[in-house]
């Protein structure tokens, strides 16, 4: 009989409705119905991952994954993600420790469909051998991606430095070796395999499911019990793991790392208990809340005052079932990474700092009030993200409490706390240091090599005396406990409406200084508010060494504000402080109630910034090394980085910026913030829980704070960057060298009309229409490499489509390919159905229509169109309208004109990340594959010089403005146009 379970408790503010189910074959079920979504989703959760693989067959269960998605006995191969492409979806999938997860989201009125087709995964997976094998490259492809992601090698070697005769001790990707190489030695079929592995696991009584939709509770009550009621109760019992994968043979260790960035970090890491089950009185939060804090007596503010870290962070880690990790994760200076033992001395100071003060209640209260607050207005998450958060959950907690088990806390429970503190000592932990100053040639380290990354490392025994002095370290007087917090909300009260409120943005005020657009939030109903406002600046991008200098000043701004700022963020109210493309951008969102108080003191450190010199010196060498790092990047990061710098009229590479540092000086850098402070305009955004009373409060905070002497802009300071244009039947090719990753890529632009209303909605069809179908030629059938993807690719006044792929191949070959797949494109398209065409129409119309479902997702939308100067509020309407009156021979027009390799209006930039590592395409003696290049495409133009480049073509003009307003300084009302939107 189902059980059912309808009092699962929500936030107030929360309108969706929610049913708990546990069907007769033991499958958990969430059921949300959300009658104003637009978008369905669903995820499944089995509660096994890679931990438990056959110890002969590692990344197994990873591989199913990626095989239930490759076909079923309904759908067959491929028709899965063809589905959700139609009809306005994406599906997804992961695998953890100890669980797999499916998850898709779906334009709401096929969700039926979708969960017909997604229930196969779970009883009836195919695994052909032709799948299997293409798929196992797949997989290959991605174990390389990862190859030269430090992430992934420090979580790999914490597993293989785990005791070998713990599960946890896995490679948990797999690659070829562990798929194919291994099993034919050892005579294993990967397919039995892989079908016996889904036969034990995957079973009802260990699953859960939910389902958000359109639908009422019953209707998606009905369509659960249907289509997933079926899959089959194994009664499996989940596996027991062997206690902790870090017993004494693993602790009182540190070890040495040498990452493939220029990393400088700290870890100290803590086996503990498993604390998942004490969701209600959260006694990790409370240790976080304190050892991670940021203000005036904190651990940080120890660490910064002596010069040897800039950022500090507690974390609890539940890796599995009985399997838990406390960690504190330090980032290190030079100087820093010269006083390890100084530093761990200082963490396990202010650890015994705690014990001598016992919990106190008043701060569990803080925390339990601040988190009550964040849960009932927290934003509305997008359906996809929301059921991938609760599905695992539903593994983890009662049905009842899985909405309120992050969040909300109820009980006090200090022997809890001091329970997770026992362990928090120095004969229960391991360190972790990361740098590579550690490989320098006269260190006299032997290292070790990981065996599946190649990460280098050294492990050794923390001496005893070492050991003793941190059990015994006595606190300073300057670490002290976190105050109360001044930030949280007295108010949390919804502003009364203005009279006659605007549907669109509004201009309030305006000078030859300043410009403020308002709009009082009449959708969320929440107490929070966004402010944007953004300081443009003839000064900030003059060159390489203004652009490093303002680099260098946003980061010692944001450091000098961390202190008084971290109570703020911990009541949901933050800031940022951030470069944009004209200047500076300054952000402030969340609760209304306090805003203008930290608005002051932004503003105050913002233009009144006393640079210690020090901090200055800490905060360069940081940023010389992230230029450093940029090269060590992703080769689809450095693609699209060298297309952008193809394409825009005023750019600046990393190279160049790095070149400039050696010109940078403390001097020079308190020069260039006078100047930069000494003429500039004001853009201005006040959207959300503040009317226009409100609004002019803050506007007179913001005026009041910048000097009387700053000289205004003048238009043509105004104007905005343009993007070159390339010419007709042009085919260019930029190569750079990559040595740090295998991996090598080849990122296409076709450069299309500029922005307009047909010109928008065409080239985003056209995207709609092909992105699965290149995904599957290019990734899936020519496994050419595990990204593979086409996309929209907008810059500021030109767009086109983009074809990214990464692969182990040479960027030639895969440039052939691409271009092979587009000129098969033209019997893809026209024999495409109409009924087909039209579903992609219609999931289009959709996708553009959906609404927002956080009010900062609204607020993007207006700033978007605030800083592109293009003014048109209502774009998403006005849009679809025109994508209506598409036909199918209006798309295959555009792509004979811009596609197609003969293309008359065809005009190609390729930028070749050619890798140069061992083993990568560039290395000496790799061979490129065989092709017989086509006929169809001419031969492409080298690129030797960017600069030289752009400087023989001419660039687009700038969008025209879709609402029209007076120059600045005027009281004039903003229109909306009645005309063709760009």
Not at 236 to 256: A, F, N
Not at 279 to 287: A, W
């Amino acid at each position: 009989m189902i059980q059912v379970f309808e009092n699962i408790t929500k936030s107030q503010e929360d309108e969706r409705h929610y049913r708990g189910l546990i069907l007769d074959n033991k499958l958990q079920v969430l059921l949300i119905s959300d009658p104003e979504t637009d978008k369905a989703a669903a995820a499944l959760s089995v509660n096994v991952g890679y931990m438990s693989d056959p110890n002969e067959l590692n990344g197994l269960a990873h591989f199913l994954e990626h095989m239930l998605r490759f076909g079923s006995e309904n759908p067959r191969e491929n028709e899965y993600e063809n589905f959700f492409s139609e009809h306005g979806g994406n599906s997804y999938a992961d695998t953890s420790t100890e669980n797999t997860t499916f998850y898709f989201d779906v334009l709401h009125q096929h969700l039926t469909s979708a969960l017909d087709i997604f229930s196969q995964f779970f009883m009836a997976p195919l695994f052909t051998e032709a799948t299997i094998d293409r798929e196992v490259e797949t997989v290959n492809s991605e174990y390389k991606e990862n190859f030269a992601n430090d992430s992934w090698r420090f979580h790999q070697l914490e597993r293989s430095l785990s005791s070998k005769d713990h599960p946890y001790s896995k490679f948990d990707i797999g690659n070829k070796q562990t798929l194919v190489d291994d099993p034919k030695k050892n005579g294993i079929n990967v397919r039995e395999e892989l079908l016996k592995f889904h036969s034990t696991y995957y079973s009802s009584n260990i699953m859960s499911l939910v389902i958000l939709g359109k639908d009422s509770l019953d209707e998606l009550q009905d369509t659960a019990v249907k289509l997933f009621g079926t899959i089959e109760n194994k009664r499996v019992t989940l596996l027991e793991w062997p206690g902790h994968p870090y017993g004494p043979e693993q602790l009182k260790k540190k070890i040495r790392v040498v990452p493939v960035n220029d990393l400088r970090s700290l870890t100290i890491s803590f086996p503990i208990p498993d604390m998942r089950l004490h969701y209600k009185s959260g006694p990790y939060r409370y240790l976080i809340h304190l050892i991670g804090h940021e203000s005036s007596g904190s651990l940080l503010s120890a660490l910064k005052k002596r010069g040897w870290s800039s950022h500090l962070s507690a974390a609890y880690n539940p890796v599995a079932r009985d399997i838990s990790f406390f960690a504190v994760n330090v980032d290190l200076t030079e100087k820093g990474l010269e006083n390890v033992d100084n530093i761990v001395d200082l963490i396990f100071q202010y650890i015994n700092l705690l014990r001598q003060e016992d919990p106190k209640e008043w701060i569990f209260n803080e925390i339990m009030e601040i988190n009550n607050i964040s849960f009932r207005f927290k934003d509305k998450d997008s359906p996809v993200g929301y059921v991938y958060i609760l599905v695992e959950d539903l593994l983890k907690y009662p049905i009842d409490d899985v909405l309120t088990a992050g969040y909300v806390l109820s009980e006090w429970k200090p022997e809890l706390i001091n329970q997770v503190m026992e362990k928090l000592t120095p004969d229960n932990c391991r360190i972790r240091i990361v740098s590579k100053n550690l490989d320098s040639g006269d260190s006299g380290i032997v290292y070790q090599t990981e065996k599946w990354y190649e990460t280098k490392y050294k492990i050794e025994d923390i001496p005893s005396e070492l050991i003793e002095k941190w059990k015994n370290a006595k606190p300073i007087e300057e670490l002290k406990l976190p105050k109360k917090n001044e930030f949280i909300p007295s108010s949390l009260a919804i502003l009364p409406n203005d009279d006659n409120p605007s549907k669109y943005l509004t201009i309030i005020h305006e000078t030859k200084f300043v410009r403020v657009w308002h709009k009082k939030d009449d959708e969320f109903l929440l107490p929070k508010s966004n402010l944007i406002f953004e300081l443009t600046s003839p000064f900030a991008f003059l060159d390489p060494l203004s652009v490093n200098f303002l680099h260098i000043y946003v980061d010692l701004v944001n450091d000098a504000l961390t202190e008084y700022s971290y109570d703020a963020s911990l009541a949901s109210l933050k800031f940022s402080v951030l470069i944009s493309e004209y200047g500076l951008k300054v952000k402030i969102k969340g609760l209304h109630d306090k805003q203008h108080i930290l608005l002051t003191k932004v503003l105050d450190t913002l233009i009144n910034l006393e640079v210690d010199e020090k901090r200055y010196k800490i905060f360069k060498e940081s940023y010389e090394r992230n230029l450093q790092n940029y090269a060590a990047e992703e080769p689809y990061v450095l693609a699209k980085h060298y297309q952008e710098a193809c394409l825009v009229e005023k750019s600046w590479l990393k190279t160049e910026l790095l070149e400039a540092t050696k010109y940078l000086s403390f001097d020079d850098l308190k020069s260039f913030i006078k100047e930069f402070f000494s003429k500039m305009h004001i853009e201005c955004l006040i959207h959300g829980n503040a009317n226009k009373a409100a609004a002019q409060k803050l506007i007179k905070v913001i005026e009041s704070k910048f000097p009387k002497n700053v000289n205004p802009l003048l238009p043509p300071h105004l104007l905005r960057c343009r993007n070159m244009k390339l010419e007709d039947g042009s085919n260019c090719v930029y190569e750079v060298t990559n040595e740090k990753h295998k991996t090598s890529c080849v990122d296409v632009h076709l450069q299309c009309e500029p922005k307009r209303t047909e010109s928008n909605m065409l080239l985003e069809l056209f995207v709609q229409i092909t992105s699965e179908h290149c995904f599957d030629v290019l990734r899936t059938k020519e496994q050419l490499g595990y990204i593979g993807e086409l996309t929209l690719d907008r810059n500021v006044t030109s767009q086109g489509v983009r074809i990214l792929v990464q692969s182990c191949k040479h960027p030639i070959y895969v440039d052939h390919k691409i271009e092979e797949f587009l000129l098969n494109m033209k019997s893809y398209l026209e024999e495409m159905s109409d009924e087909e065409f039209e579903k992609h129409k219609e999931a289009l119309a959709v996708l553009r229509l959906e609404k927002p479902k956080k009010m900062k997702q609204l607020t993007k939308i207006f700033w978007d169109e605030i800083t592109k100067q293009t003014y048109c509020f209502d774009r998403n309407n006005i849009e679809v309208d025109f994508l209506k009156t598409i036909t199918k021979d209006d798309v295959i027009k555009f792509y004979n004109e811009h596609i197609h390799p003969e293309g008359a209006k065809r005009r190609k930039l390729a930028v070749h990340v050619l890798s140069t590592a061992k083993g990568g395409a560039g290395n000496a003696g790799a061979e490129i594959d065989e092709f017989e290049p086509l006929s169809v495409v001419s031969k492409p133009t080298r690129i030797d010089d960017i600069c030289s480049f752009k400087s023989g073509l001419s660039s687009f003009p700038l969008l025209q403005p879709y609402a029209h307003h007076r120059p600045r300084g005027s009281k004039a009302k903003l229109f909306i146009l009645a005309t063709s939107v760009i």
